[in-house]
């Protein structure tokens, strides 16, 4: 894959078939959170912000991922047949 193709590449967050809704949050205490929801199993998963910099704290392998975050998705379903390989969770 070249550079240029690397580029128009997005992840989708999925769950349960659709694609997760994607919200920011204000903290009390400052600062934002983004979290992403299932809207039909409820899970949630949670984004905290970090300075770029710390991305060599999480050790080889670890990249920036493009990931879409919207608060309205489309509704369309998914095809279902995604394998979560669990003995090669990683590429
Ligand atoms: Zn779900």
């Known amino acids: 894959m070249t550079p240029a193709e690397n580029k128009q590449i997005v992840w989708v967050p999925v769950c349960c078939g659709r694609i997760m809704r994607y919200n920011i949050f204000k903290q009390p205490r400052g600062g934002v959170y983004g979290a992403l929801v299932c809207t039909s199993c409820?899970?949630?998963?949670?984004?905290?912000?970090?300075?770029?910099?710390?991305?060599?704290?999480?050790?080889?392998?670890?990249?920036?991922?493009?990931?879409?975050?919207?608060?309205?998705?489309?509704?369309?379903?998914?095809?279902?047949?995604?394998?979560?390989?669990?003995?090669?969770?990683?590429?």
Do not use: C, H, M, W
């Open 42 to 91: 409820s899970k949630n998963i949670v984004l905290e912000q970090e300075p770029l910099f710390s991305l060599s704290d999480y050790g080889e392998g670890s990249i920036l991922l493009s990931v879409v975050g919207s608060p309205k998705p489309p509704k369309s379903e998914r095809p279902a047949d995604v394998d979560i390989g669990i003995d090669e969770p990683t590429l």
